[in-house]
């Protein structure tokens, strides 16, 4: 074996009752494998130590920092195998812990190695995976950690080729971004520990209290029955109120060895303690469980959630009781910089993005999206409809069962993930696959019940191909739709078209809401950017005059690399509202202007302020009229609620030809801004 140097991390800590979590992000060794050879030269086993420098490249391999997408260097972008490596080492007193170790994703299949042992495999590109290596690791000495990753595809993976003849049958519309894509992270705690948590809330809309129940999963991994103590501690984040102690929700939980034990606690809330969330108010509740032995802590796990109801009746999609009709746009994982990476900062960079466009509802992407897109609208507010990417399944495939089981196990660990999210609203069974067979109809049935097996508090459904608004595809009994909450739609097409096939589906299921999943015009499709913006004022246009339309959502807010032909010679899909590095098109300024729920008109020394009845419209709860002039807030004026339809006004002098009338939320994100070309 050659002596080569190695990257290594030394975790140190210090031990306590509390789990610990250690990134393993950062530094680590990389290299492709096109010939399929790596294993073959042992490249997954433990390595020689240099002993003079630990904190250097291996020789002969490039270093790189985890997460990483190698499709994003010029050098690495290629379809196959590519191998990680990095060594770390845990201090002897941790011995008796036990440590799993997590990856938020690897694409698209893997396996690990750890100490030249094969540790686990993973298939599906964007849901996390643990591994428990408790009896693997060494302590003090180094531990060889290796991942073979692989990005390339089948027609019996999620996502993959599709049936049919065509080069694009070969491929889905989006890249593959090799990779560990996602933070990995090792978790070491005591051999009794929380292992997942779950978090259902509802509100009593006429009390204004609410009831939650905690369902909390613990792991004896000794060799002797015990007796703890589970003591959940809610504190409202709003305002820093601890809502329930430890000690008021205290459960005694008798644990065999060996064994998994479920815990279920049920309490209310009364409504001084209940703060609602919806996406203008996004108040949320932290919550901390202690595990108690011999009344020593030995372990905690932490979690927060929201209080919200998100339920369908009839044609309207109704959050918290009042309904919402409001736009959106799909969003790829995908940027010249961090791939499919998705990080915080990105999160941050394309949702406010999004919030200050007035996009507040979408699938979002076919795909999983990294925990920060979620944390970030847990916090600020945004509808999502989740998805697993079951793209383009023909009825073949839809049939299948290896794919049905790949389905059901990416979504598991999707929604066991997830599940506290209050910006996740649904549920999607997939895309564009053909929902009129028999094949999809029992596909959409079987992981709706997969779904609902799971999580009972959100709503199911998926995005359909265009044609399935076809008259002649409504026709069988077997229709999908059927299965669905509320139904979503594709649809691209004139406007004439576009507004049939909603009264077609309208006309079948007349008391379900239809929200519009995707539709737009491509940027290097058209003779210029306004072409885009009337034809989004005129599906604005088609909406108001339908009630039955919940919603639309563009596609896409972001340009996207793809490998489809008919691609521009670029390398993108140019479908964005912004373009690659987030510069916003004039589409963008549209939806800023065209899309806001307020109207606001000055006469005769009164500014009115009205929330428009048709679309977009929702509840105005906690918004501000803000003057600003040469960049400085002038005035704020604090703004009653207002319904959909109902109006306040402020009598003021007229406002000069330089000051700016801005309408905001709490959260300072504009719904409307009169700086704004009209």
């Given at each position: 074996m050659k002596k080569i140097k190695l990257i290594v991390l030394v975790l140190i800590f210090a031990v306590s009752a509390n789990a610990q979590i250690i990134s393993l992000n950062g530094k680590w060794s990389f290299a492709i494998d096109p010939t399929n050879v790596g294993e073959q030269n042992d490249w997954h086993l433990p390595w020689e130590q240099a002993k003079d420098n630990t904190n250097l490249l291996a020789a002969g391999w490039d270093q790189v920092t985890v997460p990483h997408c190698w499709s994003i260097?010029?050098?690495?972008?290629?379809?196959?195998?590519?191998?990680?490596?990095?060594?770390?080492?845990?201090?002897?007193?941790?011995?008796?812990?036990?440590?799993?170790?997590?990856?938020?994703?690897?694409?698209?299949?893997?396996?690990?190695?750890?100490?030249?042992?094969?540790?686990?495999?993973?298939?599906?590109?964007?849901?996390?995976?643990?591994?428990?290596?408790?009896?693997?690791?060494?302590?003090?000495?180094?531990?060889?950690?290796?991942?073979?990753?692989?990005?390339?595809?089948?027609?019996?993976?999620?996502?993959?080729?599709?049936?049919?003849?065509?080069?694009?049958?070969?491929?889905?519309?989006w890249y593959e971004f090799g990779g560990i894509t996602r933070d990995v992270t090792l978790e070491i705690t005591s051999k009794i520990y929380i292992s997942k948590q779950k978090i259902e809330s509802a509100p009593d809309l006429k009390t204004g209290s609410s009831r939650f129940k905690i369902i909390t999963w613990i792991e004896n991994k000794t060799f002797r029955d015990t007796v703890i103590a589970l003591q959940p501690a809610i504190t409202l984040r709003t305002n820093h109120k601890t809502v329930r102690s430890g000690n008021q929700l205290s459960k005694t939980v008798s644990l065999k060895a060996w064994t998994q034990e479920k815990v279920v606690m049920e309490d209310t809330l009364s409504a001084s303690n209940t703060l609602l969330w919806d996406f203008d108010n996004p108040n949320l509740y932290d919550v901390e469980s202690s595990l108690l032995a011999d009344k020593k802590v030995i372990g905690s796990y932490k979690t927060y959630f929201g209080i919200r109801e998100f339920k369908q009746d009839g044609i309207?999609?109704?959050?918290?009781?009042?309904?919402?009709?409001?736009?959106?746009?799909?969003?790829?994982?995908?940027?010249?910089?961090?791939?499919?990476?998705?990080?915080?900062?990105?999160?941050s960079m394309d949702m406010d993005l999004q919030r200050n466009g007035n996009m507040l509802m979408a699938r979002l992407c076919h795909t999983p999206t990294s925990k920060h897109f979620y944390k970030w609208a847990d916090e600020n507010g945004s509808l999502i409809f989740a998805e697993i990417p079951s793209w383009g399944f023909s009825a073949?495939?839809?049939?299948?069962?290896?794919?049905?089981?790949?389905?059901?196990?990416?979504?598991?660990?999707?929604?066991?993930?997830?599940?506290?999210?209050?910006?996740?609203?649904?549920?999607?069974?997939?895309?564009?696959?053909?929902?009129?067979?028999?094949?999809?109809?029992?596909?959409?049935?079987?992981?709706r019940e997969k779904y609902l097996e799971l999580d009972t508090t959100r709503l199911i459904t998926f995005m359909a191909l265009g044609s399935a608004g076809n008259a002649q595809n409504l026709l069988p009994p077997h229709d999908s739709y059927r299965h669905c909450d509320f139904i979503c739609i594709n649809l691209y097409s004139g406007l004439e078209q576009f507004e049939k096939s909603l009264q077609n589906i309208h006309q079948k299921y007349p008391d379900?809401?239809?929200?519009?999943?995707?539709?737009?015009?491509?940027?290097?499709?058209?003779?210029?950017?306004?072409?885009?913006?009337?034809?989004?004022?005129?599906?604005?246009?088609?909406?108001?005059?339908?009630?039955?339309?919940?919603?639309?959502?563009?596609?896409?807010?972001?340009?996207?690399?793809?490998?489809?032909?008919?691609?521009?010679?670029?390398?993108?899909?140019?479908?964005?509202?912004?373009?690659?590095?987030?510069?916003?098109?004039?589409?963008?300024?549209?939806?800023?202007?065209?899309?806001?729920?307020?109207?606001?008109?000055?006469?005769?020394?009164?500014?009115?302020?009205?929330?428009?009845?048709?679309?977009?419209?929702?509840?105005?709860?906690?918004?501000?009229?803000?003057?600003?002039?040469?960049?400085?807030?002038?005035?704020?004026?604090?703004?009653?609620?207002?319904?959909?339809?109902?109006s306040t006004q402020i009598k003021m002098n007229k406002p000069s030809a330089a000051t700016t009338i801005v309408v905001e939320n709490a959260g300072g994100f504009k719904v409307y801004d009169s700086g704004i070309k009209q």
């Open positions: 260097d010029t050098r690495y972008n290629f379809i196959g195998k590519a191998w990680y490596r990095k060594g770390f080492k845990l201090p002897a007193d941790v011995a008796n812990s036990s440590v799993r170790l997590k990856f938020e994703a690897v694409y698209y299949k893997c396996r690990i190695f750890l100490n030249g042992e094969l540790v686990g495999m993973h298939e599906g590109g964007y849901t996390p995976f643990t591994l428990d290596i408790t009896q693997k690791v060494k302590y003090p000495d180094v531990n060889f950690l290796v991942v073979e990753a692989d990005n390339s595809w089948n027609q019996l993976e999620i996502p993959g080729a599709r049936t049919g003849k065509n080069p694009n049958d070969q491929l889905f519309p309207q999609l109704l959050l918290n009781g009042k309904p919402v009709r409001v736009a959106g746009a799909n969003r790829h994982s995908d940027h010249p910089k961090y791939g499919s990476t998705d990080p915080s900062e990105l999160a073949v495939l839809l049939g299948n069962a290896t794919l049905r089981e790949k389905f059901r196990a990416q979504m598991t660990e999707m929604v066991e993930e997830f599940w506290n999210s209050p910006s996740i609203v649904a549920w999607s069974t997939g895309n564009e696959y053909q929902s009129w067979t028999p094949e999809g109809d029992e596909w959409t049935l079987f992981q379900k809401p239809v929200f519009v999943s995707e539709f737009g015009q491509r940027a290097d499709f058209v003779k210029s950017e306004q072409e885009r913006i009337d034809y989004l004022n005129g599906v604005i246009s088609i909406v108001r005059r339908n009630p039955y339309v919940c919603g639309i959502s563009y596609w896409s807010f972001n340009d996207y690399l793809s490998r489809f032909t008919n691609t521009n010679s670029s390398g993108y899909r140019e479908w964005g509202i912004v373009d690659t590095n987030r510069k916003p098109r004039g589409l963008y300024t549209s939806f800023q202007r065209d899309l806001s729920p307020v109207t606001v008109v000055y006469d005769k020394g009164v500014l009115s302020i009205s929330a428009r009845a048709d679309f977009p419209s929702y509840t105005l709860k906690n918004f501000r009229l803000v003057l600003v002039s040469d960049n400085k807030i002038v005035k704020k004026y604090p703004l009653p609620v207002l319904n959909p339809g109902e």
